[in-house]
Structures are given as structure tokens and as C-alpha cells.
């Protein structure tokens, strides 16, 4: 069975500064994985995807994060933080086209002026 | 535009009386699914359809109904809602071709059952 495990579902970070949200998957089969935001009272957004062609994803937003086997690691990554980026962050793991998302438990971020 | 359009975006009920959620998508997805959002667990799948009439239990099934009778509506039915079923609900689809592409998720139900 799949699994996503996120690491803090709270981060304070300050303007400026850089954004690192920790997710961990376990996975039988070679996996494909997913970075969504969900901003207030909005449905989830994607920001970036894993699909087994470069191990560094860059995303909307200068998001980028890097996909690392040895590890079954997919941290997301911001060198900036802007307030515009508080919001929850969700990573989520699949096997194939057709099979369900297995969601992390989400890290909730908060940018400070 | 692509999207994934619920309704209704709020709904607070009383335990036992049926409800329905809406969900309808443009993109002539195959795939479509339920999610309930509950803090600290992310999402989890209630049930998902493969195709039109092709309908299966997902992580979290119990209390829920969906049918699958035209490709773009997938609605979730609570027959005897509880208040253990007081969540945030997305409707998601994507497409089964190829490499997974992105799921397409709805703005949100925020049901309330009493």
C-alpha cells in the first residue's frame, strides 16, 4: 500500500525567507508524485508533478522540488518566501493513471511580514 | 475553461435526511473521484468511476452512494447523513491516458450534518 507521510503540518516562515515542506512517500512500484496548494475556501491546485523524466520538478509559482529514490523523499522547495504563498500544501502519490491519490496529511504554511 | 464545478459550496443538514452533491466536469475525463478533507489526514478517497456505469469503493466508503450514469456528472449521495460525516468534500477526475496527469479538483462542499 502507498503512503505519504508529511513532515509538520504547521510552518511559520518570514518574507523572503526559504520555503522547505518535507514529504516522504512509501511505494511498492516506481511512483508518480504530486505538490497541490489549496488556498482559502479553494479547491486543490496543482503546482508541480514527478513523472519519472527529470529528477528536479520546477512548478508554478518559482516552486521546485526534487525527487530523490534513495531516500522516497519529494521535498518542495521556495527560495522566497511571499505572503502570497501562505496557504496548505499537500503532497500525494499514485501508482499509475486510474489508480487513487494517496494524500499527505498537508502542512499548513504561514508567512510572517 | 477546464473545471470541475460542485454544488452546492455549503450545506448544513440534519441526521437522516438524504442529500446529493453535485459534481460535473467539462473535460471529458474518464476518471473521477470523491474526496473528504479532514484536518491532520489530507484526503481520502470515498469512491471513484473509471467510466460511465464503472463505479468502486475508495478508502472511506461507508455512508456514501455515487452513480455514474453520463461521463460528466459523478454525484455523491448521503442517504442517512450522520454527524460523523460533518467534512469538506472535493470532487476530482483526470484523464486514464497515458503517463497520470493532474486531477482537476472542484472548489469544495463544506457539509455540516447536526
Known sequence: AQSVTQLGSHVSVSEGA???????????????????????????QLLLKYTSAATL???????????????????????????????????????????????GGGTRVLVKP | EAQVTQNPRYLITVTGKKLTVTC???????????????????????????????????????????????????????????PNQTSLYFCASSSLTGVPTEAFFGQGTRLTVV
Open chain 1, 18 to 44: 526559504l520555503v522547505l515542506l518535507r514529504c516522504n512517500y512509501s511505494s511498492s512500484v516506481p511512483p508518480y508524485l504530486f505538490w497541490y496548494v489549496q488556498y482559502p475556501n479553494q479547491g486543490l
Open chain 2, 24 to 82: 460535473s466536469q467539462n473535460m471529458n475525463h474518464e476518471y473521477m473521484s470523491w474526496y473528504r478533507q479532514d484536518p491532520g489526514l489530507g484526503l481520502r478517497q470515498i469512491y471513484y468511476s473509471m467510466n460511465v456505469e464503472v463505479t468502486d469503493k475508495g478508502d472511506v466508503p461507508e455512508g456514501y452512494k455515487v452513480s455514474r450514469k453520463e461521463k460528466r456528472n459523478f454525484p455523491l449521495i448521503l442517504e442517512s447523513p450522520s
Open chain 1, 57 to 103: 520538478v520546477k512548478g508554478i509559482n518559482g516552486f521546485e522540488a526534487e525527487f530523490k529514490k534513495s531516500e522516497t523523499s519529494f521535498h518542495l522547495t521556495k527560495p522566497s518566501a511571499h505572503m502570497s504563498d501562505a496557504a496548505e500544501y499537500f503532497c500525494a502519490v499514485t501508482k499509475a493513471a486510474g489508480n487513487k491519490l494517496t494524500f
